[in-house]
C-alpha cells in the first residue's frame, strides 16, 4: 500500500492559523475521498499555549464551516522535521523558526509558504490575527480554505495523488 503523504501546519502558538489550517484541510480531503492518503497534524513553533484546544475565536469561524476543532497545542519537535513530508507555515517568522532548526537541505526543501498556494495575488502569508478583532480570524478561516484547495491542487499535479 502506498504510504501515506504526512502534512504538518505549524504557526506560532498553534491556537490560531495552524489548527484552522489542520481542520480545513482535513476537512477538504474528507468531502473529495482522499482522506485515506493523507495524515495531517498541526503544532507551534513556540509551546506557549501547550495542551490548549485552538482560541474560541477560531473554533467559532471553524464551526461557521461545520468543523469541529479539537486538536490540542503542541511544540514542534526535531522528530516532526524527519517524520512530515510537508511543514507548512504561516508567515516568515514562523519560516524562520523552523528552518533555523536544521542544515539539511532535504529538510529545508519540505518548508514551505502555505500562503503560496492561495488563489489570488494576495501576499503568501497567513496573517496572525491573535492580537485582531472577529473579522481577522473570519479572513483567516477564509485563507486556509482557499490555500487547502490550491494545495491539494498542487499535490494532483505533482502526481503526488496519482
Ligand atoms: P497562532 O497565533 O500562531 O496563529 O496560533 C498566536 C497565538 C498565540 C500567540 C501569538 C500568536 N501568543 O503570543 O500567545
Same mark, same amino acid.
Given at each position: 500500500?502506498?504510504?501515506?503523504?504526512?502534512?504538518?501546519?505549524?504557526?506560532?502558538? *498553534?491556537?490560531?492559523? !495552524?489548527?484552522?489550517?489542520?481542520?480545513?484541510?482535513?476537512?477538504?480531503?474528507?468531502? #473529495?475521498?482522499? $482522506?485515506? &492518503?493523507?495524515?495531517?497534524?498541526?503544532?507551534?513553533?513556540?509551546?506557549?499555549?501547550?495542551?490548549?484546544?485552538?482560541?474560541?475565536?477560531?473554533?467559532?469561524?471553524?464551526? *461557521?464551516?461545520?468543523? !469541529?476543532?479539537?486538536?490540542?497545542?503542541?511544540?514542534?519537535?526535531?522528530?516532526?522535521? #524527519?517524520?512530515? $513530508?510537508? &511543514?507548512?507555515?504561516?508567515?516568515?517568522?514562523?519560516?524562520?523558526?523552523?528552518?533555523?532548526?536544521?542544515?539539511?537541505?532535504?529538510?529545508?526543501?519540505?518548508?514551505?509558504?502555505?500562503?503560496?498556494?492561495?488563489?489570488?495575488?494576495?501576499?503568501?502569508?497567513?496573517?496572525?490575527?491573535?492580537?485582531?478583532?472577529?473579522?481577522?480570524?473570519?479572513?483567516?478561516?477564509?485563507?486556509?480554505?482557499?490555500?487547502?484547495?490550491?494545495?491539494?491542487?498542487?499535490?494532483?499535479?505533482?502526481?503526488?495523488?496519482?
Amino acid at each position: 500500500m502506498k504510504e501515506k503523504i504526512r502534512v504538518l501546519f505549524i504557526c506560532l502558538g *498553534n491556537i490560531c492559523r !495552524s489548527p484552522a489550517a489542520e481542520g480545513a484541510f482535513k476537512n477538504l480531503v474528507i468531502k #473529495t475521498k482522499l $482522506d485515506h &492518503l493523507f495524515e495531517i497534524d498541526s503544532c507551534g513553533t513556540s509551546g506557549y499555549h501547550d495542551g490548549e484546544l485552538a482560541d474560541p475565536r477560531t473554533r467559532k469561524e471553524a464551526e *461557521n464551516r461545520g468543523i !469541529s476543532l479539537t486538536h490540542r497545542s503542541r511544540k514542534l519537535t526535531k522528530a516532526d522535521l #524527519t517524520y512530515f $513530508d510537508y &511543514l507548512l507555515v504561516m508567515d516568515e517568522n514562523n519560516f524562520q523558526a523552523v528552518s533555523s532548526l536544521t542544515n539539511e537541505k532535504n529538510i529545508q526543501d519540505k518548508i514551505l509558504l502555505f500562503g503560496k498556494f492561495r488563489s489570488d495575488a494576495g501576499a503568501p502569508i497567513v496573517p496572525d490575527p491573535y492580537y485582531e478583532n472577529e473579522v481577522a480570524f473570519k479572513k483567516v478561516q477564509d485563507l486556509v480554505e482557499d490555500c487547502s484547495l490550491g494545495f491539494l491542487n498542487f499535490l494532483g499535479e505533482i502526481k503526488c495523488l496519482k
